[in-house]
C-alpha cells in the first residue's frame, strides 16, 4: 500500500492535518497518515532572516523517515526560504521521497487581512499537492489552473487547482 505520512514539525492546528489527510487521497491516489510531531531544528534556523532553511527541515525530517511510507511530507508553522528565494510555500526532492510546506505565508494575516480559513486550508492542499508532485518528479506547469504551476503569490495559489492537468499521471 502506497502511503503519505504527514509529519509535524514542532506544533502545527490539527485542522490542517485532518483537512489534508481527508482530502489528498482523491488527487494523490495514495493512503494519508500523520506521523509523530519532530522538534524544528535549531539549526535550520536563520537567525538574521528569521525565517528556515527549506533543504535543513528536509534533511531533517530524512532523520525521522516514517518507514512504510512512500512520501514523507513535513508540515511546519514557521517562515521557511531556499538561497536565491526571499520565501518559499513549500521544498521537496525532486524526485524523492521527503518534502516541506511551510503554512504562515498561505495565511491572510500573514498580509495583514482578515484571516479566511477556508482559502488557508485550499492553499495549504494546493501546496502539499504541489510538493508531493516534485516527489513524484513533476516540473513546474505552464499550465496556471494546474496544481503543478509555480506559485510566487496567493494570487498563483489561489488561481491554480488542487488537481493535475493531463501532463501529469499519477499511477
Known amino acids: 500500500m502506497r502511503t503519505i505520512a504527514l509529519v509535524p514539525i514542532g506544533p502545527v492546528p490539527a485542522s490542517v492535518l485532518a483537512h489534508l489527510q481527508r482530502e489528498l487521497p482523491a488527487t494523490v491516489k495514495r493512503d494519508v497518515i500523520i506521523g509523530k510531531e519532530i522538534a524544528i531544528p535549531s539549526t535550520a534556523l536563520d537567525t538574521t532572516r528569521r525565517q528556515y532553511l527549506g533543504s535543513a527541515l528536509l534533511d531533517e525530517l530524512a532523520r525521522h523517515d516514517v518507514a512504510g511510507a512512500d512520501r514523507v511530507v513535513g508540515i511546519i508553522d514557521a517562515d521557511a526560504y531556499a538561497p536565491g528565494l526571499n520565501f518559499i510555500f513549500g521544498q521537496a526532492q525532486k524526485p524523492g521521497r521527503f518534502a516541506i510546506v511551510a503554512l504562515p505565508r498561505l495565511r491572510d494575516s500573514f498580509r495583514g487581512q482578515p484571516e479566511n480559513e477556508e482559502r488557508f486550508l485550499s492553499r495549504v492542499l ?39 492537468c493531463a501532463r501529469h499521471t499519477i499511477d
Not at 127 to 134: A, K, L, N
Not at 137 to 142: D, I, K, Q
Open 126 to 164: 494546493k501546496e502539499t499537492t504541489h510538493e508531493i508532485g516534485h516527489t513524484l518528479g513533476f516540473a513546474h506547469c505552464p499550465d496556471r489552473t494546474c496544481v503543478m504551476f509555480f506559485s510566487n503569490s496567493f494570487g498563483d495559489t489561489d488561481q491554480k487547482t488542487a488537481r493535475f
